[in-house]
């Protein structure tokens, strides 16, 4: 620069009003002769108030890594690009304003200066909307996490808490900048959004940073905006129960409300406050005030609806009749002319309340059934209105009017009349309201019994095991009171002699159950005396044990724990232990214990009852008493990391459970559907959305990284996986499991899981070497697989122990392949039966000689065949491929298949094939020619090829040179072995097996085999996978030399 | 030395010229009489006040013997005093300042742990089912989750429960602040007041007369340093929380020293600007006609032009 330049720069910039612009003008200027793009992208960043490389790219509207970062360096060198200390610079402020200032005021910059805010805006929105998504992911799972790794999710919340509420502000401010409407539409998007998911910090947050930033870039507009802020501002208290500020916000927001749909939002808010202070006059008086604005307005319906149902019931509990009569009126007629059938029905049955309150009886009547009969159209409708009209119902009954029972008597009719016909869910429906009505109608359960008799064609007890059954649904549905009406129908039929003895004890025993949860406490007890005194009468000593410590636990919640304890001596003087309820009383016991004081009795007491549970494999009562284990865990922090983990292992264990095995039960589908998934989501195992399950997995996936050897992460994580149905992977982790602990071997809930588990171990420790140890832990598994009745598992099991015993204990495995092809036969498993029957036939014809013969080989490809296998012949070469060597090799068994091969029967002769191409051959010229041969799987193929050779060279110094090429070109060579063999119907060839690992895959097994004769030299190579290799080896084997050289040769031809 | 706090700000001292006659003032501040003392800072727009404040905070970190914990935090920007307590958590904690409860009690918000803001837990609820049996292991699940487990959040952490956590962190925040400042200095540097949320002007002026200066003796070696536009100052409500002790623990600075020609000198040079001595010499003279905040560019001009 010269003296000159700078002396007129200097005054220049001494005349300017604004130099930061004429500075920004010569840094453009000087930056473009170098980065002809790069002038745009320097005035833009004056927009975004952080930059790094990614907001480059939003700015550049296209984003490219490498292009990003290169002028992020070069703005990040301007003298007034100020570090931020993350990687990321910001303009100086005055260099900001003044820019920001230029584009608002200069027409030829304001459409790329919005062009660009509008990126930025959808740039931090992105963000933020992936952020929110990790913040509701992380808060499904933090109860999980929280127990198994504090350190780990509190890293994970600080990550999310950097992003989440600064995305937010930032695409605010974008959205502010671009102008203020805009800002503040997204303000009200948001704060909706947020407040809807409870999600009260981030509106919060929100609400102060719209204020700062209509304060700071457009105050004139701020007073328009007063009410909407004040608004969301009553909202937040509300939310964290700061209700006296929230009623002043709401009243303050109504004051500054200029718009007529701002005064409906705020009555509407200000009297669901005051309705919620119990101040109903007044909140009956802001809902008029409501409706009479949105009426004349013409508000939504729904903003209608939802004030005249407030209405209706704020009248209701008031006792303004006549003011909740017209809110139900106004919303059955808003029903009708929106075609709304729930608000009609909803409108009914809060009618059919005010009139039976009012003494109306008729009219009640007409309203509540007319409610139902909106109900049994629409399924969706009826259950919305369900909980209104139970209540209606409830009224109604208890002046038992005949005609509605009536009228529900022949509704069952003519249900029943038509059983054929599939029952649409408005039926199933009308069945549930008709069950629902029926527990009320205690009185009359024979009645009701009796129409449940009619309707089946079980025999009488059979139906009171039904009804049993039922009983039990219903309160593990937490629907005690049904539960208790149902076992009140089995009591009642015991001098009808239709119910057994058993069944009325088990009823009784239930039933105290359900009353205690009814409050219902000392009829409770007496049902538990009832029902020990009638099972020690029948004999079972187990349930007469259950029904007494069900007494003990019910004086326990009396607070009388010496009376609890004392039971408890008794049941153990009386009958002793129980095997099966001996958890039970050891949850008692530590109950007990821990009301009074005696901590480590009680911690003892809990560990027992969770031994014994497990041992059961009673979830329910796993869970149960490992719970008190947690409650008393709670109380002594001193131990709590040793139980914690027992909780935390019952919880994943019932959580995983229920989501592996859950299954709908008797036709309430809805309440399984909605319990199912309640456990599941508790468990943070089940979406509500689309991704927590991914969530959940990745943060146990962290956990498992953090922590490899913690066997609970890795159970979490397999079990995650396998309801995202990656299975591999879930094996993966269960087979670390099983390496690494026998706590999955020991429960009986996952009896089947362990069993594979433990045939994993077993596999592993086979393929290390360990014969011994695969032996011991094939045997284990055979033996749980037996006793448990998983003949199918127990079948593979036997092979696998075959294998292993072989060739040692042929007697071992002799006896194991007998009993697999028994089960095979048994269980109509016939592919189970073959690949024993052929395995056990190669065995004998190898070590015994004379013992097998074809017939067995025979025996095998008929059930191969019923087993719908089609290529039959070799799916019984891979099972004797499979024995390995010295099997596999065995000149007797090769011998016994190529017969088989050529039987007839085996319909197992390979097609030949010839190759088809032929061409004339220039003077000078040579020929390579190959052919390939692919297995249908893609697990195997054979490539065989000749090339001219000089004519010197020998099949050895063929197999030498190709050797040599092996060992230098190929990574991870290892040769297992090269031999002499007859080849290709000519002669003396060479055979080398090797492996090695290509680049782009799995590590390979290949057998290659070299034959020179008249100066070519002919190479035939067979690949698979190694794992692939011991069940293709002998089909391979047969494809080689099953190739053959033609007597012509090719250039003969 | 090159100031580096983590995720917020990157400072080099070189970049500022001569700030001497504030920084004695900061150094008398907090080599003053025990209390909470506060220093004020104001000038126009551009001035220079951020860069003085991060020259302060660089000055407490790295020059003062012994070194001062130190936090800045820029109150513009739209933030509720929550993202407000967050940073100066943030930042003091990671220049080695214990704040043992609150950082206890942010992260059981973090993780929603109930229990450690005395909200009781609910148990887990019971959760009745009932196993057969089947081939596949598992068995047959009759469940049901009782009423508490579909009806509930995936945890209890309500709005409610959320406001009250990070009350409880903000009180404990203060008051192991108070606690840290019995036998050693601290500063907290807050620029941009005219700029902040009016949630977080009515917040800081709530704490510093509900807590910080309400009772002689607490929070002894606090040294507060408030940056802000000439005349949006709140200093009559300083006065009013103050009282009496104004004129003893506050320093007003009411607007930043002004350049003389030794500084544009030492500016000049320090943008290795290729200036003949002549032209160095006239420099001052030629820029000293405008006032200092609009001159910055004009510098930085310099600097770019001649790179």
Same mark, same amino acid.
């Given at each position: 620069v010269t003296s000159a330049a700078r002396d007129e720069l200097l005054a220049k910039l001494e005349s300017e009003e604004d130099p930061s612009e004429v500075l920004l003008q010569l840094t453009v200027d000087r930056l473009r002769a170098v980065y002809p793009e790069i002038g745009d992208v320097v005035r833009l960043a004056a927009i975004p108030r952080r930059i790094d490389p990614a907001i480059v790219g939003v700015l550049r509207g296209d984003a490219d890594d490498d292009r990003d970062r290169e002028i992020f360096d070069v703005l990040a060198s301007l003298s007034f690009a100020r570090p931020l200390g993350d990687g990321m610079i910001a303009y100086q402020d005055g260099i900001r304003d003044s820019l920001l200032k230029r584009y608002r005021t200069d027409p030829d910059l304001h459409q790329p200066f919005k062009a660009a805010t509008i990126r930025l805006l959808e740039h931090y929105s992105n963000i933020h909307d992936s952020s929110t998504e990790a913040h509701d992911d992380l808060r499904r799972v933090t109860h999980v996490l929280r127990r198994a790794n504090r350190e780990r999710l509190i890293q994970i919340a600080k990550a999310s808490e950097d992003v989440f509420i600064p995305s937010a502000l930032e695409a605010l401010y974008h959205a502010a900048l671009y102008d203020t409407n805009t800002g503040f539409a997204l303000f009200e998007r948001l704060f909706d959004i947020h407040a809807e998911a409870e999600r009260f910090a981030v509106c919060r947050a929100i609400r102060v940073a719209m204020q700062t930033y209509l304060e700071q870039l457009a105050p004139d507009s701020l007073e328009t905006r007063q009410s909407s802020l004040l608004f969301a501002q009553g909202r937040i208290e509300a939310s964290v129960d700061e209700l006296d500020k929230a009623e002043a916000s709401f009243r303050s927001a109504f004051e500054a409300a200029a718009e007529p749909t701002d005064r409906i939002r705020t009555l509407g808010a200000l009297a669901d406050l005051l309705q919620r202070r119990s101040r109903l006059g007044e909140s009956l008086e802001a809902r008029r005030n409501q409706v009479q604005e949105a009426e004349s307005l013409g508000s939504t319906p729904t903003d209608l609806a939802v004030a005249y149902i407030s209405i209706a019931w704020v009248g209701v509990r008031l006792g303004d009749m006549a003011e909740a009569e017209r809110g139900a009126e106004k919303l059955s007629q808003l029903g009708l002319s929106e075609a709304n059938q729930a608000w009609v029905a909803t409108g009914s049955a809060v009618l059919g309340i005010i009139y039976f309150a009012l003494g109306r009886l008729d009219e009640a009547q007409e309203s509540i059934l007319r409610a139902f009969d909106i109900a049994r159209l629409d399924v969706v409708t009826g259950r919305a209105t369900l909980a209104s009209m139970t209540l209606a119902l409830e009224m109604l009954l208890r002046l038992d009017r005949p005609r509605l029972i009536e009228t529900l008597r022949a509704e069952r009719a003519e249900l029943a009349a038509a059983p054929d016909e599939p029952r649409h869910p408005n039926e199933e429906m009308a069945d549930d309201i008709i069950n629902l009505l029926s527990s009320w109608l205690t009185g009359r359960a024979e009645s009701v019994l009796a129409q449940l008799l009619e309707r089946t064609d079980e025999t009488p007890t059979e139906a009171v095991a039904t009804l049993l059954a039922r009983a039990r649904l219903r309160g593990a549905q937490g629907r005690v009171a049904e539960a208790a009406a149902l076992c009140d129908r089995v009591i009642a039929l015991e001098p009808t002699g239709t119910a057994t003895p058993e069944q009325v004890a088990e009823a009784l025993r239930m039933r105290s159950a359900w009353r205690v949860l009814l409050g219902r406490r000392r009829e409770a007890k007496v049902d538990a005396d009832d029902a020990y005194a009638r099972w020690k009468r029948i004999g079972n000593q187990p349930t007469a044990a259950l029904s007494r410590a069900q007494l003990a636990e019910i004086v326990l919640d009396d607070g009388d724990p010496d009376a609890a304890q004392h039971i408890l001596n008794e049941i153990a003087t009386e009958i002793g232990e129980v095997p099966g309820n001996q958890a039970e009383l050891h949850r008692i016991q530590a109950r007990i214990h821990r009301l009074t004081g005696r901590t480590t009795e009680a911690r003892d007491a809990a560990e027992a009852a969770a031994k014994s549970l497990d041992a059961v494999g009673d979830l329910d009562r796993l869970a149960e008493a490992l719970r008190v284990v947690y409650e008393i865990a709670s109380d002594m922090s001193d131990w709590q990391t040793g139980t914690s983990t027992a909780v935390r292992m019952a919880e994943v264990t019932a959580g995983l459970a229920m989501r592996a095995a859950y299954q709908p039960t008797d036709g309430n589908i809805e309440a399984d559907q909605r319990n199912a998934k309640g456990s599941r989501v508790y468990y943070g195992l089940e979406p509500t959305v689309e991704s927590p399950l991914l969530s959940a997995i990745s943060a146990f996936r962290g956990c498992v990284e953090i922590e490899p050897d913690n066997v609970l992460y890795r159970l979490n994580l397999a079990y995650g996986l396998m309801v995202a149905s990656q299975f591999m992977e879930a094996e993966q982790q269960l087979d670390a499991v099983a390496r690494q602990t026998s706590v999955i071997a020991q429960s009986s809930v996952f009896e089947g899981r362990a069993i594979l588990c433990l045939v994993s171990a077993a596999q592993e420790e086979r393929a290390s070497g360990d014969r011994s140890a695969a032996m011991r832990l094939f045997q284990e598994a055979s033996e749980r697989a037996r006793i448990s009745g998983r003949s199918g598992m127990l079948g593979a099991i036997l092979l696998l122990i075959a294998e292993t015993a072989l060739p040692a204990d042929i007697e071992l495995a002799l006896g194991s392949y007998a009993e697999a092809v028994t089960i095979g036969v048994d269980r109509k498993d016939p592919a189970l039966a073959a690949r024993a029957v052929a395995k056990s036939a190669a065995v004998r014809t190898v070590q015994?000689?004379?013992?097998?013969?074809l017939d067995d080989f025979r025996q095998a490809i008929l059930w191969y065949r019923g087993a719908g296998d089609q290529t039959a012949y070799w799916s019984i070469v891979r099972d004797c491929s499979e024995l390995g060597i010295p099997y596999v090799d065995d000149p007797r068994l090769r011998g016994l298949l190529a017969r088989l091969r050529d039987d007839p029967a085996a319909e197992a002769a390979m097609e030949r094939f010839v190759p088809t191409l032929s061409a004339g051959i220039p003077t000078g010229w040579s020929v390579k020619e190959s052919l390939t041969l692919l297995a249908p799987d893609g697990q195997a193929n054979v490539i065989a090829s000749s090339e001219p050779l000089d004519?010197?060279?020998?099949t050895t110094e063929y197999a030498d040179i190709q050797g040599e090429v092996l060992q230098k070109e190929f990574p991870g060579y290892r040769e297992h072995g090269r031999h002499v063999s007859q080849v290709l119907g000519r002669g003396e060839g060479i055979i080398r097996q090797f492996s090695w690992d290509p680049p782009d895959g799995d590590r390979v097994m290949q057998l290659q085999l070299y034959f020179v004769e008249m100066g070519r030299g002919y190479t035939a190579t067979a690949t698979t996978p190694n794992s692939s290799f011991s069940a293709l080896e002998i089909q391979l084997s047969e494809v080689l030399a099953s190739l053959i050289i033609r007597r012509a040769t090719p250039t003969q031809t | 030395v090159v100031d580096v706090v983590q995720g917020v700000d990157h400072f080099d001292p %070189? %970049?500022?010229? %001569?700030?001497d006659p504030e920084i004695r003032k900061f150094e008398n501040l907090v080599a003053a009489i025990a209390g909470p003392r506060l220093l004020t800072i104001e000038d126009e727009k551009y001035a220079g006040k951020t860069e003085l404040l991060r020259l302060i905070r660089f000055h407490a970190r790295y020059r003062l013997n012994p070194k001062l914990p130190a936090t800045l935090v820029d109150l513009a920007g739209g933030k509720d005093r929550y993202q407000v307590l967050l940073e100066m958590g943030g930042h003091l904690a990671d220049a080695g300042l214990r704040l043992k409860n609150y950082q206890r009690l942010l992260d059981a918000r973090r993780v929603r742990d109930t229990e450690a803001f005395g909200i009781k837990r609910e148990s887990p609820p019971i959760i009745n089912v009932s196993v057969i049996d089947s081939d596949l292991g598992a068995g047959t699940i009759i469940a049901g989750a009782t009423d508490p487990v579909f009806n509930r959040p995936p945890d209890d952490w309500t709005a409610g429960v959320d406001q009250k956590a990070l009350d409880a962190c903000m009180d404990a925040f203060w008051e192991d602040l108070e606690g840290a400042t019995q036998d050693r200095s601290v500063v907290i540097l807050l620029d941009q007041y005219e700029s902040a949320s009016p949630d977080v002007r009515a917040w800081m002026l709530s704490v510093l007369e509900n807590r910080i200066f309400r009772d002689p003796g607490h929070y002894s070696g606090l040294v507060l340093v408030l940056a802000c536009e000439s005349r949006k100052m709140p200093m009559a409500e300083l006065r009013g929380i103050i009282g009496d002790r104004f004129a003893e623990l506050v320093c007003c600075v009411p607007e930043l020293s002004k350049w003389d020609a030794v500084h544009v000198q030492q500016w000049v040079a320090r943008l290795k600007l290729h200036l003949l001595p002549g032209e160095i010499a006239e420099l001052p003279a030629r820029l000293s006609k405008r006032p200092i905040g609009a001159l910055k560019p004009i510098y930085i001009e310099l600097s770019a032009v001649n790179e």
């Open positions: 015994h000689a004379t013992d097998a013969t004519p010197s060279m020998t | %070189d %970049d500022v010229i %001569d700030r």
